[in-house]
């Protein structure tokens, strides 16, 4: 029998930090300075981001930063990744969604232990802000299941090296 989501019923708010669990299947976020590790459902995700001040214009009010997304699989299990969905919050607390197939063109399969990164984008019309949010990954045996992506900071001061300029 497979197990369903209700296209209804809204996803897990990807806000509600609690602290880190022992299960290596499901612990909850943690932020590693302005990056985060969430594991849920078996996947571990990690998220960091870098300032590119080569390409922003503040004038403008436009900051720009990369972003680097690893996911392994942690569970005994094959899981393959449908879409995702990121929510954008800028400093003023205006709030985006970014909601789509994949992830950078890819839906990675990803075999027990296996893992995937990509890197991609974000501009911003604040200084900072962050981006957290959910992939909805399915197993092989059918059952889908929402995977948080803990809250990570989109800051001009993050020493992550994830482009060079």
Not at 22 to 31: H, L, S
Not at 129 to 151: A, H, K, N, P, W
């Amino acid at each position: 029998m497979q197990n369903q989501i209700d296209p209804t019923q809204e996803e897990p708010d990807a806000s509600e930090a609690r602290p880190l669990a022992v299960d290596a299947q499901n612990a909850d976020p943690i932020n590693i300075g302005p990056n985060s590790l969430a594991i849920s459902h078996g996947i571990e995700v990690e998220a960091a981001a870098q300032f590119l001040e080569g390409r922003s214009f503040p004038e403008q009010k436009r900051w720009l930063y990369a972003y680097r997304v690893r996911i392994q699989n942690v569970s005994p299990e094959p899981q393959k990744l449908l879409s995702r969905h990121w929510i954008i919050t800028d400093a003023n607390g205006e709030r985006r969604e970014v909601r789509g197939v994949g992830v950078v063109g890819e839906q990675p399969h990803l075999q027990p232990g296996d893992s995937h990164e990509y890197r991609s984008m974000c501009d911003l019309s604040t200084a900072w802000g962050t981006m957290e949010g959910t992939f909805l990954f399915v197993t092989d045996s059918g059952e889908e299941q929402y995977v948080q992506v803990g809250r990570f900071f989109l800051v001009e001061s993050a020493e992550n090296a994830i482009v060079v300029e």
